[in-house]
């Protein structure tokens, strides 16, 4: 009976689609890029923030444009979540309607939206501009796919507070750090700027028409021209409209002769010649500092569909794996004026760690020796021996080894079986001529080699 219960239990254990674990191994990976970008954002003058998992749907909600909201997890109220549903009429039973009623508060869909709500309710504390980083996770309703999750990490480093472009300059180059230092050879900072595509809107006649623009624009690299096309048609633009931008899909060259193309096609719209000018204004000062392995490349389809970003927008892509962008970010003029503190402009970017780690994976960039595992073992034998190697036990962990004792006596066998699945490197045996002569059994658990040394000499072997 009880093995029946078990086997039913067991057909129903796993998780949500788009959630994952972590064993220890994966996780010295995942660190191994925590560390390193952390390493940089601090290395530039960035201070480590963290926000809750749950903000109020309000503080959420209309920020990253009508697809985004679709994607935020709301949690539903506690107690009697339907009471307030009951004095809906039926006619306006819709999602809609009814979410406001059942659930107040949601997951973070990202961390810059938290981070403006925290400029605000901060703001007497902090010092401006502010450099703060992120690295936590965040949850979007998303459709699971390789390189997609519904929990994912992000790591943000934002400057609020300053207008200007040198910000935008750093943190191209703290992108081009972290993935050189991560070991990647191959990888594209693109660039636009959302003035541009304000002015492509200007440019056809149809400014009202910028956000359905460029949500268009933004999947060019998912679903191609001709999706986008009927996409835009389907948003009410013309045949002829519609036409108007197809030169813009087709700009190539350097980007010196791609800024004057574009010149020339948004020569009557002031936002779009702004847009340029920021553009090459970026350019110029990237030129004072030599980058390692990014190219950055100015893309005019580039167009990140959050309605927030106002000037630079950028995606870095890796050019030896298809993975889509593994990196974003750009300017916004004035998140925190929806929570009260208008005109404060800032700029910020986002390291998709999750998205990195299989780039990593796929190209074989992760150093062979990352163990956080145990690096020393100690045998017990029994009451007697575990008393003589408690102290050294201690010892070792004072000197920075990783170490552990097996918590009982057990068979010998049972013991280095343990240390031999978890891989362990080296076991120490004490037993009565150990503790005796003070020299210790230590066995090098790869070679399979063992020698007597004292404990001086054992912590020398480790380090």
Same mark, same amino acid.
């Given at each position: 009976?009880?093995?029946?219960?078990?086997k039913?239990f067991?057909?129903?254990v796993?998780i949500p689609?788009g959630?994952?674990?972590f064993s220890p191994e994966v996780?010295?990976k995942?660190?191994?890029i925590?560390?390193?970008?952390?390493?940089?954002?601090?290395?530039?003058?960035?201070?480590?923030?963290?926000?809750?998992?749950?903000?109020?749907r309000?503080?959420?909600?209309?920020?990253y444009?009508?697809?985004?909201?679709?994607l935020?997890f709301s949690?539903?109220?506690s107690g009697?979540?339907?009471?307030k549903v009951e004095d809906v009429?039926?006619k306006?039973?819709?999602?809609?309607n009814?979410t406001?009623?059942?659930?107040?508060?949601?997951?973070?869909?990202?961390?810059t939206?938290?981070?403006?709500?925290y400029v605000v309710?901060?703001?007497?504390e902090?010092?401006?501009?502010?450099k703060?980083?992120?690295?936590?996770?965040?949850?979007?309703a998303?459709?699971?796919q390789?390189?997609r999750y519904?929990?994912?990490?992000?790591c943000?480093a934002?400057?609020?507070?300053s207008?200007?472009?040198?910000?935008?300059?750093?943190?191209i180059k703290?992108?081009?750090e972290?993935l050189?230092?991560l070991?990647m050879?191959? $990888?594209?900072? /693109?660039m636009n #700027?959302r003035? %541009? *595509?304000s002015?492509?809107?200007?440019v056809?006649g149809?400014? =009202?028409k910028i956000?359905d623009i460029?949500?268009a624009?933004d999947?060019?690299?998912?679903?191609?021209?001709?999706?986008?096309?009927e996409?835009?048609?389907?948003?009410?633009?013309?045949?002829?409209e519609i036409?108007?931008i197809?030169?813009l $899909?087709?700009? /190539?060259g350097? #980007?010196?002769? %791609? *800024?004057?193309r574009l010149r020339?096609?948004?020569q009557?719209? =002031?936002?779009?010649?702004?847009?340029?000018v920021?553009?090459?204004k970026?350019?110029?000062v990237?030129g004072?500092?030599s980058?390692?392995?990014?190219k950055?490349e100015?893309?005019?389809?580039?167009?990140?569909g959050?309605?927030y970003?106002?000037?630079?927008?950028?995606?870095?892509?890796?050019?030896e794996?298809?993975m889509?962008?593994?990196?974003?970010g750009?300017?916004?003029?004035?998140?925190?004026?929806?929570?009260?503190l208008?005109?404060l402009?800032?700029v910020?970017?986002s390291?998709g760690?999750?998205r990195?780690?299989?780039v990593?994976?796929?190209?074989?960039?992760?150093p062979?020796?990352?163990?956080?595992?145990?690096q020393?073992?100690?045998v017990?034998?029994g009451?007697?021996?575990?008393?003589?190697?408690?102290?050294?036990l201690?010892?070792?962990?004072?000197?920075?080894?990783?170490?552990e004792?097996?918590?009982?006596?057990?068979?010998?066998?049972?013991?280095?079986?343990?240390a031999?699945?978890?891989?362990i490197?080296?076991?120490?045996?004490?037993?009565?001529?150990?503790m005796?002569s003070g020299?210790?059994?230590f066995?090098?658990?790869?070679?399979?080699e063992?020698?007597?040394v004292?404990f001086?000499?054992?912590i020398?072997?480790?380090?």
């Amino acid at each position: 009976m009880k093995l029946d219960i078990r086997k039913k239990f067991m057909s129903k254990v796993g998780i949500p689609k788009g959630m994952r674990d972590f064993s220890p191994e994966v996780m010295a990976k995942r660190n191994y890029i925590f560390d390193t970008i952390k390493r940089t954002f601090q290395l530039y003058g960035f201070e480590q923030i963290e926000t809750p998992a749950m903000e109020n749907r309000e503080t959420l909600t209309g920020k990253y444009g009508e697809e985004g909201d679709r994607l935020i997890f709301s949690v539903l109220n506690s107690g009697d979540y339907l009471k307030k549903v009951e004095d809906v009429s039926l006619k306006n039973r819709n999602l809609e309607n009814i979410t406001p009623l059942v659930s107040e508060k949601a997951l973070r869909y990202d961390l810059t939206v938290p981070f403006a709500r925290y400029v605000v309710q901060h703001q007497n504390e902090i010092t401006f501009p502010f450099k703060r980083f992120q690295i936590q996770p965040v949850w979007r309703a998303d459709r699971p796919q390789k390189g997609r999750y519904r929990e994912f990490y992000q790591c943000d480093a934002d400057i609020i507070g300053s207008d200007s472009l040198l910000n935008e300059v750093e943190l191209i180059k703290i992108f081009d750090e972290v993935l050189t230092n991560l070991g990647m050879q191959d $990888f594209s900072i /693109k660039m636009n #700027n959302r003035k %541009v *595509l304000s002015g492509i809107a200007e440019v056809i006649g149809r400014p =009202e028409k910028i956000v359905d623009i460029t949500i268009a624009i933004d999947k060019l690299e998912k679903i191609g021209r001709d999706k986008v096309n009927e996409e835009l048609l389907q948003k009410g633009l013309t045949n002829k409209e519609i036409e108007q931008i197809q030169p813009l $899909f087709e700009l /190539k060259g350097d #980007n010196k002769e %791609v *800024l004057q193309r574009l010149r020339n096609y948004l020569q009557n719209s =002031e936002v779009g010649l702004e847009g340029i000018v920021e553009i090459e204004k970026i350019l110029e000062v990237i030129g004072f500092w030599s980058l390692n392995k990014a190219k950055v490349e100015v893309d005019v389809t580039l167009a990140r569909g959050l309605d927030y970003y106002t000037g630079a927008i950028f995606e870095v892509v890796s050019n030896e794996v298809k993975m889509g962008s593994i990196c974003g970010g750009g300017r916004y003029a004035d998140l925190t004026g929806i929570f009260g503190l208008p005109n404060l402009s800032g700029v910020g970017i986002s390291f998709g760690a999750d998205r990195i780690y299989d780039v990593m994976e796929e190209l074989k960039l992760f150093p062979t020796k990352l163990s956080q595992g145990t690096q020393l073992f100690f045998v017990n034998f029994g009451h007697k021996e575990e008393a003589y190697v408690l102290p050294l036990l201690q010892k070792a962990r004072e000197k920075g080894i990783r170490a552990e004792i097996y918590p009982e006596a057990a068979k010998m066998k049972k013991q280095m079986k343990y240390a031999d699945q978890k891989n362990i490197p080296y076991v120490v045996v004490v037993g009565e001529e150990e503790m005796k002569s003070g020299r210790l059994s230590f066995k090098n658990m790869q070679s399979g080699e063992q020698e007597k040394v004292n404990f001086n000499e054992l912590i020398e072997r480790i380090s």
